[in-house]
Nanobody, 114 residues
Framework: QVQLVESGGGLVQAGGSLRLSCAASGVSFSNADIGWYRQAPGKQRELVAGISSGGSTNYADFVKGRFTISRDNRKNTVYLQMNSLKPEDTAVYYC????????WGQGTQVTVSS
């Protein structure tokens, strides 16, 4: 059974930092591309950052220079380091594993206060 479990969300003041984790089990993690997405209330889910199985990364323009995605295949975990957080970063953050079938985690809430 494939599971993706996000953690690390919370409440932080504007300008602060958080590191999100996405731990995978039951899947060939090292061969998979992984994405971090977010969904704010009343808005569509959007891609924040992605990392390929080979380690290539891509970022949405609105997080470039502030967020960093990385992966540790030994731990089957992908991270999202979020710095210089803004109130508009407030959302539920989800990780997604791309494979023969795609899988989503349950999400972790990030709230940035002004």
């Amino acid at each position: 059974q494939v599971q993706l479990v996000e953690s690390g969300g919370g409440l932080v003041q504007a300008g602060g930092s958080l590191r999100l984790s996405c731990a995978a089990s039951g899947v060939s993690f090292s061969n998979a591309d992984i994405g971090w997405y977010r969904q704010a209330p009343g808005k569509q889910r959007e891609l924040v950052a992605g990392i390929s199985s080979g380690g290539s990364t891509n970022y949405a323009d609105f997080v470039k220079g502030r967020f960093t995605i990385s992966r540790d295949n030994r731990k089957n975990t992908v991270y999202l380091q979020m710095n210089s957080l803004k109130p508009e970063d407030t959302a539920v953050y989800y990780c997604k594993l791309f494979g023969r079938k795609d899988y989503w985690g349950q999400g972790t809430q990030v709230t940035v206060s002004s």
